[in-house]
């Protein structure tokens, strides 16, 4: 009942909806899939997007799920200016030092027609305002006046917003000029509840990842090399790409007292003593949509993981008359109601009838590479048994079954939960399969270095993750960085055995993970 | 059990939450009311607002209903770049006039130390970016890729964004420099699916003033003066303050050709001819807040529909030992729990029980200028006869009454709606006592110049809404605007009978609406 995809080469290989295939150019292949879904668009606008319906929907059930968890661990929305004044951004050193190089900047605040007729910005700001790259010093600055007593700690509070940094090489969700993410907030009283709060937040943005975006990540610390510009200690989630690449999933830092000193957010403690707060941030954002795309996406196009999935099961009637159609449309709609009745992860199951005269064979195609979960084709002789055509996302195309109408609608949530369970293990077998423990510099080097299937792939493929020891020299890793384009990924919080550093022979505390990385 | 406000001045009148009261100074009542709930502060921006939890809650309260009304009406979400290329804006040229005046323009993109170690914006920009102020130009350039059959039509998006107004007078939630809407955008095959489409948004946002917010509103058409910047017609919903002025809270434009003419949406019809689309765009912003504030606020601070409530239910254990303490909260958390096991307005009622360690007529006072529909006391006698002491927001604070915690349980969703319809109703009565029919310039100029009560207020409030015939003059709109600061702020789609108008004495088809405007 299928047709084959419309947009593969003719020729004697497989074919499949996506061109380029992942072994031919990964890099254009996820760009490919980000179409093939309709997911977002490049803008007239140097490194901004377009969200696209089915991109923001996905962005839209991410959001809800985070912000139901923020809420359950006693955080509050608020909202904070756009701009920040140059004047806040310098109050810390490190981290005016760390976003200078890639900010928007607003000067003026009019636009006037000059002798030529053309409209030029007029109105010079006194004090030019920063785009805010990140919050901490316009929230700092907030905090300084709702911080006074130990009784107003700890204060716990996130923000949905936009950002903008200005980056030169941009690509979509991963690394665009404008994002958008949620960043939290919080001051403490004690440096101890401060660590608390960072390492729960790693812990709730790894539980994201996992249980819902079926992403296994590795949690860790950053070296001094990677951490946020002004921050004490960063934790990450890092998440394994099918082209063994590392991507940064969320960052959780633990500011200690800088921000705390840079914005005055000072508070009488119980003795009546004066006391600077402990501060924290921490954030994701549509990266994490660039990271789901490329953990479980095939060369037929996105694979969604069910529990984030914007429609979970499509319908598709398929007829050849009209006197067929009607029939056919009426039962498809029955059981969308019967599957709507159902719930899974919390909410009821999400579905669409796909009524559109199209032909078939385009809409399967046009599902498949948006990632649904599970397809259900209903022809007139499926009606006849009062059975369904079920394909799913996480198997081949052309494998497909029958399966009786009832049966199928009692067990949806268990098929979508099996297939997102699927999802995360084939993810976490990928990852272990290309994850190696290194123990000399030249197996390391080779690692990383010598092209890896398909021999002429536009960009070789280079080994995957390296678990190694290392004495934590920062200019080593930069050299390493500079040589391999390799770096720390992170130091991972379960700790392994300790050890002799390759590089350096020195002692080493454990090890950890080194790739290259988006 | 209640303890008088702490605000109040010590004096001969009655005493009051809110210093100082509406009729005292209403301006500054306006911004102690804000104060007062915890709503937002000024920041160091010039112009920009801090949103507190309590006023994004509120927001975010807002946002789920309007976006479950827009989606029930067939709208998808998407996003579209905070940036619009100058020559962009200039596009449609009305447009770009009404703008040019007030935007925050982006000229550099990096930060340099100059010779004296000040940073300094560098890497200037080959095109300027203006902030968005709104997004029908750069959503105009996405709809022009999107569009190429009818079969694309119609096209129904939404956007949640901040956009940037660089206005000079700024008061928060009404004008801000940057602030929270939505903005819907949508693009037709024909004018009059386009006309529909207008007046079906101007209906939601209608429902949703009326029906979520309490707040009576007029529907009608803007004059020419008006209208948004580009349209060809513009609708509005209009409320009066309770200084009688008037409060646009919504509007919804029929943009006609003219945006899709500037950005080249053109699809093939049906017979295979070019056309133009015709294309709305509609949008209400966190002004609601504001107006939400100013319809049903009274002299002890805010009061909330219970509909949009973040709170609906505050509960407050009043005691005076430990060992009542512990009896009375262990109570006052069961009764909490039963509470929420109800449902109003499609959702499990909101309760909190405030536990904090604070005076419990602090506490009270605190509630009350939040503007929390229902406040329940409880202190160890309540307990022992099972029954409860409620107060209610629409009431005076000292009207309590002691009810069996059963029944008051039971009837929870019956006492929200009553709150919530006598707000409207309270609201609409308002507006009808300070509307007035008005058929001479003489008494038109009288209603909108003699001062009214109280006689010596900093700011003298005037009649109200004026209901006049009206030629339709422009120019003698802008002399009436000069002279009196007042403007027609619609003409109503509820039709009047013809007459004459007082100005010209020429023929009018209908009344229109007068009124001084935020």
């Not at 380029?20 to 980000?34: A, C, F, K, L, S």
């Not at 993410?181 to 996992?210: D, I, N, P, S």
């Amino acid at each position: 009942m299928s047709s084959k995809p419309q947009t593969a080469p003719q020729g004697a290989k497989a074919k499949t909806a996506i061109t380029p295939t992942r072994d031919e150019n990964y890099g254009e292949w996820y760009q490919q899939v980000i179409r093939g879904a309709d997911l977002a668009e490049n803008s007239a606008v140097r490194g901004c997007m377009v969200i696209k319906p089915w991109g923001y929907s996905l962005w839209e059930n991410m959001q809800r799920v985070l912000d139901d968890m923020f809420k359950a661990t006693g955080h509050q929305n608020a909202y904070f200016p756009l701009f920040i004044p140059l004047s806040f951004m310098q109050k810390e050193a490190a981290h005016v030092e760390g976003f200078a190089k890639e900010c928007a900047v607003v000067t003026h605040h009019r636009l006037e027609a000059g002798p030529d007729g053309k409209l030029r910005p007029t109105g010079e700001l006194e004090e030019p305002l920063i785009v805010r790259p990140t919050s901490e010093t316009i929230i700092g600055d907030a905090f300084s006046r709702w911080v006074q007593s130990y009784r107003d700690l700890p204060l716990l509070i996130n923000q949905w917003a936009n950002v903008v940094r200005w980056e030169m090489r941009t690509r979509m969700f991963l690394r665009t000029a404008e994002f958008l993410w949620q960043e939290g907030h919080t001051a403490h009283a004690t440096k101890e509840e401060a660590v608390e709060e960072t390492m729960r937040m790693l812990e709730v943005y790894a539980t994201f990842a996992e249980e819902w975006m079926a992403v296994p990540v590795i949690r860790g610390e950053k070296t001094a090399n990677e951490r946020f510009p002004g921050a004490e200690q960063t934790f990450c989630i890092e998440a394994m790409m099918q082209d063994r690449k590392a991507l940064q999933a969320g960052t959780s830092h633990f500011l200690g007292q800088n921000f705390a000193k840079a914005s005055g957010i000072e508070f009488l403690d119980q003795n009546g003593q004066h006391q600077h707060a402990w501060t924290t941030s921490w954030g994701v954002s549509t990266r994490l949509i660039g990271g789901l795309l490329m953990t479980h996406s095939d060369d037929d196009g996105l694979v969604l993981p069910p529990k984030l999935a914007p429609v979970q099961v499509v319908i598709l009637p398929i007829y050849r008359s009209d006197e067929d159609r009607a029939r056919v449309i009426e039962y498809c709609r029955s059981v969308a109601n019967e599957l709507r009745a159902q719930r899974y992860a919390d909410r009821p199951v999400s579905v669409v009838v796909d009524e559109r005269d199209e032909r078939g064979g385009d809409k399967v195609w046009n599902w498949i590479k948006k990632g649904v979960p599970v397809r259900i084709e209903v022809g007139p002789r499926d009606l006849e048994k009062d059975a369904l055509f079920v394909g799913r996302r996480d198997r081949a195309p052309k494998d497909k079954q029958s399966i009786p109408r009832s049966e199928f609608v009692a067990s949806i949530g268990a098929t979508l939960q099996s297939i997102q369970e699927g999802l995360f293990e084939r993810a976490k077998a990928y990852r272990e399969q290309f994850t190696k423990r290194i123990d000399t510099k030249e197996e390391f080097y080779e690692y990383f270095t010598a092209p890896r299937v398909p021999e002429n792939a536009p960009t070789p493929i280079h080994g995957g993750f390296a678990l190694t020891h290392f004495s934590g020299e920062a200019a080593l890793e930069e050299r390493i960085k500079a040589e391999l384009g390799v770096t720390v990924r992170c130091i991972p919080l379960e700790k392994s055995e300790p050890g002799i550093c390759p590089f350096t022979g020195k002692p080493s505390p454990q090890r950890v993970v080194w790739a290259k990385a988006y």
